[in-house]
């Protein structure tokens, strides 16, 4: 009975190592995909059917968070709003007047998410997106940055 139990332990250790070194790597790979995001007909590309996406045009309310309105000009607060994403360890890439792209790896396992912010001067409004690149679920994480990021800006008084 104590070599059975033994052989046991063994086998689960193993198989949560293998199962921990899986994950890590798929955390490592998550950075050579290519999302392929951007603007597309004027909006952000919409979130696919995984529940590893947030965004403020997402059809599922579950997923979706809030657009925000603008009223001063945006040269003047885009520096602090890159801070606000600066602040929060999303790494900025890509910078226009109109689009705002960035990473968030997360610390332990690597695993990378894309973040979007679409100025639209006609609405005066920003969209959001955010999404993991690799997984299925992402248990509420883009969701909850996005609230972040929304709560601090609101905090600029655009």
Known sequence: MVGFLKISAITMSVLVLVFL????????????IDPKLGVENGVLKPCGDKPNCSSSTHKDEKFRVEVLKYSQDLALVRPM????????EITILQSESNYLYGIH????????????LQFNANTKEIH?????????????????????????IKLLKL
């Open 21 to 32: 070194y899986r994950f890590k790597k798929m955390g490592i790979e998550s950075e050579g």
């Open 81 to 88: 709003i890159e801070k606000i994403l600066n602040d929060l």
């Open 128 to 152: 959001f997106r955010s999404a993991s690149r690799v997984g299925y679920s992402d248990l509420g994480v883009n969701k909850k940055r996005l609230t972040k990021i929304i709560e601090e």
């Open 105 to 116: 790896k997360s610390k332990f396992w690597g695993f990378v998410d894309d973040v979007e």
